[in-house]
């Protein structure tokens, strides 16, 4: 079926870097932009990064812009995130999301990948 | 990128009628039609409810439907039932292939 499954999570030290992925499976990858949508712990939903169908242009929320790169591979159906410069404020629930329209809407989540940054 | 103003929690009784609002601006809700709201249970993935402000995706009830009028956005759930319990978040098209999401509003069921 149609579904995406991110990975990566865990526990990491501030001002360090982590790498998350989101495997896609079940729909034509290369066709869709990609977003990467976190929820810290008790709170709401917050946009971090887009990615056009074919990796040509990026998008990055103000909070994570200089520090996350979001990227994608279309030959292996894998979506990415790589962040860097980590901070406690960054302790999330990562999901990758499927997007419509070109960034007007996501209409596939993944189930999350938690991101937690602690020392 | 300020985050749309949903109220933090709403609450109806079986049967009835919630309505959800949504504030943002020109530069967001306003400035585009590309509304959606997105149900999220405890501990589960959100799901998409509404698109492009009042279109309903395949599979969900027609007991949900959105609108919009200059910078506020609405969700209504009519017939409301025990399972429509959860969080719901407006997000919007904010330009430059840029979204932001509303804080979410706490619906119970009474």
């Known amino acids: 079926q149609v579904q995406l499954v991110e990975s990566g999570g865990g526990v990491v030290q501030p001002a360090r870097s982590l790498r998350l992925s989101c495997a896609a499976s079940g729909l034509i990858f290369s066709n869709h932009g990609m977003h990467w949508v976190r929820q810290a712990p008790g709170k709401g939903l917050e946009w971090v990064a887009f990615i056009r169908y074919d990796g040509s242009s990026k998008y990055y929320a103000d909070p994570v812009k200089g520090r996350f790169t979001i990227s994608r591979d279309n030959s292996k159906n894998t979506l990415s995130l790589q962040m860097n410069s980590l901070t406690v404020e960054d302790t999330a629930v990562y999901y990758c999301a499927r997007d419509r329209g070109g960034a007007q809407y996501f209409d596939l989540w993944g189930q999350g990948t938690l991101v937690t940054v602690s020392s | 990128q300020s985050a749309l103003t949903q109220p933090r929690s709403v609450s109806g009784s079986p049967g009835q009628s919630v309505t959800i609002s949504c504030t943002g601006t020109?530069?967001?809700?306003?400035?585009?039609?590309?509304v959606s709201w997105h149900q999220q249970h405890p501990g589960k993935a959100p799901k998409l409810m509404i698109y492009d402000v009042s279109e309903r995706p395949s599979g969900v009830p027609d007991r949900f439907s959105g609108s919009k009028s200059g910078n506020t956005a609405s969700l209504t759930i009519s017939g409301l039932q025990a399972e429509d319990e959860a969080d719901y978040y407006c997000c919007s098209y904010a330009g430059s292939y840029t979204l932001v999401f509303g804080g979410g509003t706490k619906l119970t069921v009474l």
């Open positions: 020109s530069s967001d809700i306003g400035g585009y039609n590309y």
